[in-house]
């Protein structure tokens, strides 16, 4: 069995080296990578990330806005704790939408989840455009940060449900590529929020409206999605996983023929979820999270989470006009601020065929170690003013790159792998309890971030980021594992039993099969 297990995984290459034309016909792609399939597929999880868009508009705002709502000349104004207030209760509230991700997704599904989280963040970008309707200082106050509260709910929700339809529809060759169409989202609206705040000065009002008017267009395109097929199989509608899945195959509607490979993985997905509902059925949700399959990527993904807020991040992201300013930059911060979101969407685009050339792992140390890097060149220009001080070109270099080394790694690959990590049955309420904890930790460095910098210096604040990036290296090379090129049913073996075992499949016997007899004659 274990010649067979790679057996299978070396055909693709034999394929390229076949010199016959009969079996290089017979070496064809699996029904789920045909290009009908992939342009479904792409297509739907295109639908269900425009609403993500959205979050990274929420997550960016305050670096355009703050310099207005800071001027004491306009008519409402934020003092330095009302400003950090505004800042970070946005993430404040992602945990809460953590826990609503992980009750909502394993009982409503996963494309009424998307919807519902849409639905939440259009409230919350009405709010704040509609918050300047009242003369009462505290009304506004109290209705920006409601709003800014339920865009956090916003955030919260969509790290995972997304990733997990993308991952649910499709097959590990082209998982990676889909998954990340959340991380292109985030950076896609955080580069739309900088150019807003480029092009529209001093007007937070007409921000939010055209903010509000894009979410209400990313919450209608979800309609058109079907719902996970693994989903559907797992509370029992048979008939409507049939038509999901043979959509996302590329198969026609009407069932004229009897396709085998279709057949096969169909039968496959509905003995999984015969497993997970007895397991549902048997077990609380307490005892699911006591399984090593499940508890194990909990706790790493947790961590992993951890480290993505403690190494300044987000803080960059939501501060980086500040910052920018902050770190003697000469041009104008704003300019800055689109530069990195320039930077971050570009190297996002880059980062599927990243993470399938070099695997998961060689990627997040590389990030890591690299945004150390940058953090540390950064203090030293504070450290040595007269001397490190003076290459005006250093700090814009650092900022950009650290925003491109974070993008090959510690912004991305969390969000990536939270969608393959889990087990079917508890993906909803572990990626929700990993999001929750995650999330407390980033309002946490939000909130205290312009205090630290009193406290320590700015100096000394970019070498506690550089000291959390280089620890991170080391835990991404201990603890997390590699899942490039794994099944999701791969990793949860791996996680209950520390191995991984091949799942022989129709279409991988026949490749078997033509692996053999290209043995026999060559």
């Known amino acids: 069995?274990?010649?067979?297990?790679?057996?299978?995984?070396?055909?693709?290459?034999?394929?390229?080296?076949?010199?016959?034309?009969?079996?290089k016909e017979k070496c064809?792609?699996?029904?789920?990578?045909?290009?009908?399939?992939?342009?479904?597929?792409?297509?739907?999880?295109?639908?269900?990330?425009?609403?993500?868009?959205?979050?990274?508009?929420?997550?960016?705002?305050?670096?355009?806005?703050?310099?207005?709502?800071?001027?004491?000349?306009?008519?409402?104004?934020?003092?330095?704790?009302?400003s950090s207030w505004f800042a970070s209760i946005n993430n404040m509230a992602c945990p809460l939408g953590g826990l609503l991700?992980?009750?909502?997704?394993?009982?409503?599904?996963?494309?009424?989840?998307?919807?519902?989280?849409?639905?939440?963040g259009l409230l919350g970008w009405l709010l704040l455009a509609t918050s300047f309707l009242h003369s009462d200082r505290d009304l506004i106050y109290a209705q920006m940060l409601v709003g800014r509260a339920l865009g956090g709910?916003?955030?919260?929700?969509f790290v995972s449900p997304v990733g997990v339809y993308s991952a649910e529809i499709s097959l590990p060759r082209i998982r990676g590529r889909l998954i990340l169409g959340t991380s292109i989202g985030l950076a896609g609206g955080i580069l739309l929020m900088y150019l807003l705040g480029y092009f529209i000065r001093s007007n937070i009002v007409l921000i939010s409206t055209i903010s509000c008017c894009y979410q209400l267009a990313a919450t209608i395109l979800v309609f058109p999605m079907p719902e996970s097929p693994s989903w559907l199989l797992t509370k029992g509608r048979d008939e409507r996983a049939r038509k999901s899945l043979r959509y996302f195959r590329g198969l026609p509607k009407k069932e004229d023929d009897y396709v085998p490979e279709f057949e096969d993985e169909l039968a496959h997905m509905k003995a999984t979820a015969e497993n997970s509902r007895n397991t549902a059925a048997s077990e609380s949700l307490s005892q699911v999270i006591r399984r090593p399959e499940v508890y194990k990527p909990v706790l790493m993904m947790t961590a992993f989470f951890g480290f993505q807020q403690a190494c300044g991040v987000v803080v960059i992201i939501v501060y980086a006009v500040q910052i920018a300013q902050r770190a003697g930059v000469s041009i104008d911060p704003v300019l800055v601020a689109v530069m990195l979101g320039v930077a971050r969407i570009i190297m996002t685009f880059f980062m599927s065929t990243i993470f399938e050339k070099w695997g998961r792992k060689p990627s997040g140390i590389f990030s890591a170690s690299g945004m150390g890097l940058c953090m540390l060149l950064l203090a030293a220009g504070g450290w040595w003013p007269d001397t490190v001080g003076t290459w005006h070109w250093l700090p814009v270099v650092c900022i950009v790159a650290h925003i491109v080394f974070s993008t090959m790694g510690m912004l991305t690959l969390?969000?990536?792998?939270i969608s393959e990590v889990f087990p079917q049955r508890a993906r909803g309420s572990a990626s929700g309890i990993a999001v929750f904890f995650g999330m407390i930790l980033a309002f946490i460095m939000l909130k205290i971030y312009p205090n630290m910098e009193a406290a320590m210096g700015t100096a000394n604040l970019f070498a506690f980021y550089a000291f959390i990036s280089f620890l991170a290296a080391g835990f991404i090379g201990f603890f997390v594992p590699e899942t490039r090129g794994r099944t999701l049913e791969e990793l949860e073996e791996h996680w209950r039993t520390g191995k991984y075992t091949r799942r022989?499949?129709?279409?991988?016997l026949k490749e078997v099969e033509l692996h053999e007899r290209f043995l026999q004659k060559y």
Not at 153 to 157: E, F, L, N, S, T
């Open 1 to 23: 069995m274990k010649d067979l297990g790679e057996a299978t995984f070396r055909s693709p290459v034999i394929c390229k080296d076949m010199d016959h034309t009969k079996e």
């Open 153 to 157: 709910i916003m955030i919260g929700m």
């Open 101 to 120: 991700v992980s009750y909502f997704m394993d009982r409503i599904g996963r494309k009424y989840t998307i919807l519902l989280t849409n639905l939440l």
């Open 414 to 417: 969390p969000f990536f792998m």
């Open 504 to 508: 022989l499949t129709l279409n991988n």
């Open 28 to 82: 064809k792609k699996p029904l789920g990578e045909s290009h009908r399939a992939v342009l479904r597929q792409k297509l739907m999880v295109f639908l269900g990330n425009s609403g993500v868009l959205g979050s990274g508009m929420v997550i960016s705002m305050p670096s355009v806005t703050l310099t207005q709502l800071h001027d004491e000349s306009q008519p409402f104004w934020l003092n330095k704790d009302e």
